[in-house]
């Protein structure tokens, strides 16, 4: 079994190694964690472009020692011309997953690294933007060998994703690329390039942005020059709940970030005495069921929900959700399950400020569309929304829901920690399995990000909404729960839709302790 890696001069563990080591380089030249967390996910958006991208979204984290963590909320809104009319003027029936009418959100993520950095600067940090995004515009420039998970996809989905403005030239020219075939995006290093001159903002509002507009309206997007000009990413506060570990942080709406913290709450609750037994996954499953019946109902752009998630975080709230949880036997299922695909950064410095982030462009490759010349692969995450009433209708300017859910914990024993995955409806869910291992049951970190997981709902492509589970769980687990009414699935020992989690954390003694999953392609590089 590997354990946990550790180090004092600050950690950076991410999905892939290269954005890891981009992240640590930062750490060893003195730049802080915030920092340090720009340069690994602007490398992570060039070497795992089928998982992320500069043409996507952004939630962070940020624990500052001695100081209550932030949020920053760095997701674009639905764009000025997208509504219901203009889509029934295309003869959609419903929103389009991919192409460029699924590209109708403006993307945040840069708007977000820009913010982040504003909370760097006033920690004290001094790297400029340019030492920052050097080893993204390298890999870019020099090409990288593509991954197992990019292959794979890129096979599978070829399809839906070949016709698409752009996709093809860009990832596939030759068809859906080899195993460790060399990937080279020159387009992509010239817009970072002119990024790294100009400055952030340029992706919104100035030359990157001129031609961002330009390539996707030529294609037939909704989004124009003036959705991009009147974007800002946002800090607030984030969401936190009390558990007798400690205090567990998230995003807010319209992220699912509540229901992550409702599902720790609700089995924090349920007092189960050892971990791996049927009543470890069982209370976590029919908590995680709690919770998504809340956040399908309700959870959507936080100017539009009519109450404010932090009640369901409300002891009150908590004890009635509990009791409604039958620990003998699983609840009906399903509900409408909620995709998506994303990565999960975290890092540490040796001051104890410590990051949790995640970048996403909802599905696979996103819409498939390359915005123009400039190399950026536009997400599709406005695809969550409905073109019926509900918390996700289609709107101008409304935000569409998000899985993606960065966690923080400050526990009662000093440390601080940051965790999280991709995998759309598993976010939660691994999270949960991650938390309650590590923290509540005392595994070694690396030990529980490899132990087996299971996953509730939909995953990539399939219609099923069962209980799946790797088949490294126990046998006699596995008839205890089927014999306890879940509908199961047995998957592979090792499966991508478990998700790719990863965690880092300060202790009060000055040691930085990460891990990262063996599902994915990453490492933990310390400073």
Not at 182 to 204: H, P, S
Not at 439 to 452: H, K, N, R, S, T
């Amino acid at each position: 079994m590997l354990r946990s890696r550790t180090c004092t001069g600050g950690m950076v563990t991410a999905p892939h190694h290269l954005a890891a080591q981009a992240g640590a380089a930062v750490l060893r030249e003195g730049g802080n964690a915030i920092e340090a967390m720009v340069a690994a996910a602007a490398a992570i958006a060039v070497v795992y472009p089928h998982m992320n991208g500069i043409g996507g979204d952004g939630f962070w984290l940020i624990a500052e020692p001695g100081r209550e963590p932030v949020a920053i909320r760095a997701c674009g809104p639905a764009a000025g011309l997208a509504d219901t009319h203009f889509y029934a003027a295309h003869g959609d029936t419903a929103i389009p997953t991919r192409g460029p009418r699924a590209a109708l959100t403006v993307a945040g993520a840069i708007g977000g690294w820009d913010e982040a950095l504003r909370h760097a600067r006033a920690a004290g940090g001094r790297m400029p933007l340019s030492r920052l995004l050097e080893d993204a515009i390298a890999h870019a420039r020099n090409g990288v060998p593509v991954t197992a998970s990019q292959a794979a996809l890129a096979l599978s989905k070829k399809a839906e994703l070949e016709a698409q403005p752009g996709y093809a030239a860009t990832y596939a020219p030759d068809g859906p690329p080899a195993l460790h075939a060399i990937q080279r995006q020159e387009a992509l290093a010239a817009t970072l390039a002119r990024l790294a001159e100009a400055g952030l903002d340029d992706f919104y509002r100035g030359d990157v942005a001129r031609a961002l507009a330009s390539g996707l309206e030529r294609v037939g997007s909704p989004l124009r020059l003036a959705d991009l000009e009147a974007y800002r990413a946002r800090s607030l506060a984030p969401l936190s709940v009390q558990l007798r570990a400690g205090r567990v942080y998230n995003l807010p709406p319209p992220t699912q970030g509540v229901s992550s913290l409702m599902i720790l709450a609700l089995f924090d609750r349920l007092e189960v005495a050892r971990a791996e037994g049927r009543e470890h996954v069982h209370g976590l499953v029919e908590a995680t069921k709690r919770a998504f019946i809340l956040r399908n109902a309700h959870v959507g752009d936080p100017g539009r929900m009519p109450f404010d998630p932090a009640d369901w975080l409300r002891e009150s709230d908590l004890a009635r959700e509990a009791a409604s949880i039958d620990m003998a036997r699983a609840a009906p299922w399903p509900h409408p399950a909620k995709p998506g695909d994303t990565v999960w950064l975290g890092a540490a410095d040796r001051d104890g400020r410590v990051v949790s982030y995640i970048q996403s462009i909802f599905w696979e490759f996103g819409s498939g569309v390359v915005a123009g010349d400039t190399g950026v692969l536009w997400q599709n995450r406005g695809a969550s929304f409905t073109l019926e009433d509900g918390p996700n209708a289609l709107g101008p300017g409304r935000l569409p829901f998000h899985t993606l859910n960065p966690a923080l914990a400050r526990l009662a024993d000093g440390r601080t920690l940051a965790y999280g995955t991709m995998g759309g409806e598993g976010q939660p869910q691994t999270q949960a399995a991650f938390f309650t291992r590590h923290v509540l049951f005392g595994q070694d970190m690396q030990a529980a990000i490899d132990a087996p997981r299971w996953l509730l709902g939909r995953t990539w492509g399939a219609a099923s909404t069962n209980l799946k589970v790797e088949s490294r769980v126990a046998p006699e687990v596995i008839g205890q729960l089927a014999a306890s009414g879940h509908e199961l699935e047995v998957v592979g020992a090792w499966e991508d839709m478990m998700g790719h989690a990863g965690a880092v954390a300060f202790h009060p003694n000055g040691m930085i302790e990460g891990a990262t999953d063996p599902r994915a392609d990453g490492a933990c590089a310390g400073a």
